[in-house]
Structures are given as C-alpha cells and as structure tokens.
C-alpha cells in the first residue's frame, strides 16, 4: 500500500466513477492527497461517492457524463479545468457487459458495449491528451480491460474485442505519446465481488462458485486490490512503466480458465 501523500494535490478523472471499481479508485486516490473528477451516467451514483469521499476529508467533482459522446465528454474535461486548474491522471473505467452467445447479440446490444469501452475510452483519452500537449506537459492514463482481450471470452464477444481495441490503442499511444511525458498503461482484473458486472458475468451462487473455482488463488478479487495496484501505475512509483499490462486475476487466465473447469475442482 502507498503512503499518504503519494498522490498529493493531483488531480484525477475517473470515469464509471461512482460505483465499483471506479468508486474504489477514487477512495484510494483521495486517500493518497488526489482530488476527483467522477464521471457516469448516473448523477445519483456519483453524488453518493462523492459524499463517502467528502466524509474521508476529499474533495470529489460530479459531472454526468455519457462517454460514448465526444461532446459531453470534452464538457466534463473543461468542467475539470475549471474547478481544479489542472489534471494529472485519466483512468477510463467506465464500461458495459453481459453475457450473451455471437449468434444471437444484437447490433444494438453490440453498439452499446464498443460505444462505451472501445469508442468511450478514445474520446476521453483524446480530450485529455489534448490538454496535456497544448500545454507542453506530461500525465498519466489507465486503461481498465480484461484478460480476455487477449484471451477470447466465450459470451463476451461485444466486450472482448473492444477491450481487446483498447489494448491496442493503449500500446500505440504509449509509443506515440512517450517523447510528450504522457505515460499510457493497463489494468486487467480478474473476477471482483462488489462491481457493477458481477450480476451480470455470475448472477447466480453456482455461477460464483464455478468461477471460483477457474482461480488458482481460490478466491475472488477485491475492488481495494484492484485501486492499489491502479493508484501505483498512476504514480511515479511507476515513472518508468508505459505500454504494460498489469494483470490481477489470481492465476486465472494462467489456469484452464472458467469454461474448462479447474484442477481445484
């Protein structure tokens, strides 16, 4: 775990930001001395995260915001702008899944996860960028994905390739935009109680089970393990660290994985 202070007077954007793992960061980003730009869909989400993280003595700005337009978001980065003077970190959080077999996904249900991870992830990541070279300085950005971006993900289709897209562009732009200061990393977490996908990737006790049991670790991931490791990458304890990955998954996708069963089985 980092020290107080580790993260004193940044100034971070977290989309998805009032639930799950986004609410996780923001907790442990205010508790290392960040300030918060929270950034969903849902203003009722985002004003009860930022009143858990005004009572650890933070200070959280709420801007609804749909990423999957570039309007409302280049609004939010000004609003961020305006209130704080400054950003520092971008971590693109916000996402959607379910689960559902290729042959019968819909064009609509197909448009709404890539428009919020693949095409979301862009226009935050471009408006934010913007800043940072219009003003000749440096910063930070997470990319939150999964490890069947690389791994495939039976039912997941719609969400794997646009996390597998994500990578992409999180290891092209880490290229393109070293020589301007601006650091372009991962996270990839395995399965974690408490997030807003939980219901719907093991919406029953058996499902849970079954997926425990894909984890050599034997257990599910917790959302202050994922904010850890985030607030490490975002931090120049990481100052070398660009184009990588960061997977935390418990062995997982090292394993034979949720579909094939497992030797704790």
Not at 30 to 48: C, H, I, M, P
Not at 80 to 87: Q, V
Not at 178 to 184: F, H, L, P
Not at 189 to 205: I, R
Request: glycine share 12%; net charge neutral.
């Amino acid at each position: 775990m980092l020290p107080p202070g580790t993260l004193q007077d940044r100034v971070a954007i977290i989309t998805g930001g009032g639930t799950g793992l986004g609410k996780a960061m923001a907790l442990e980003f205010t508790r290392l001395g960040a300030r918060v730009v929270l950034a969903s869909r849902k203003a009722e989400n985002l004003e009860k995260a930022a009143a858990e993280i005004a009572e650890w003595g933070g200070e959280a700005l709420t801007v609804p915001t749909d990423v999957r337009d570039p309007e409302q978001v280049d609004r939010m980065v000004q609003a961020a702008l305006d209130r704080f003077g400054r950003i520092d970190i971008l971590v693109n959080n916000a996402a959607g899944n379910f689960v559902c077999p290729a042959e019968e996904l819909s064009v609509n249900g197909w448009n709404a996860v890539v428009n919020i991870v693949l095409h979301g992830t862009f226009y935050c990541t471009r408006a934010v960028a913007r800043h940072w070279i219009a003003q000749g300085r440096g910063g930070n950005i997470l990319n939150i994905i999964a490890t069947y971006a690389w791994t495939g993900g039976p039912g997941t289709v719609h969400s794997a390739a646009a996390k597998a897209g994500v990578l992409a562009m999180t290891r092209t732009l880490a290229v393109e935009w070293a020589a301007k200061g601006i650091r372009v990393n991962c996270i990839a977490p395995g399965p974690v109680d408490g997030t807003g996908a939980a219901p719907q990737l093991w919406p029953t006790e058996e499902a849970r089970q079954a997926v425990i049991r894909s984890v050599p670790l034997g257990r599910m991931g917790r959302p202050e393990e994922i904010a850890h490791a985030a607030a490490y990458l975002v931090s120049d304890y990481a100052g070398f660290i660009t184009g990588e990955v960061l997977t935390i998954d418990g062995g997982q996708w090292l394993g034979r994985g949720v579909f094939k069963g497992s030797p704790r089985s």
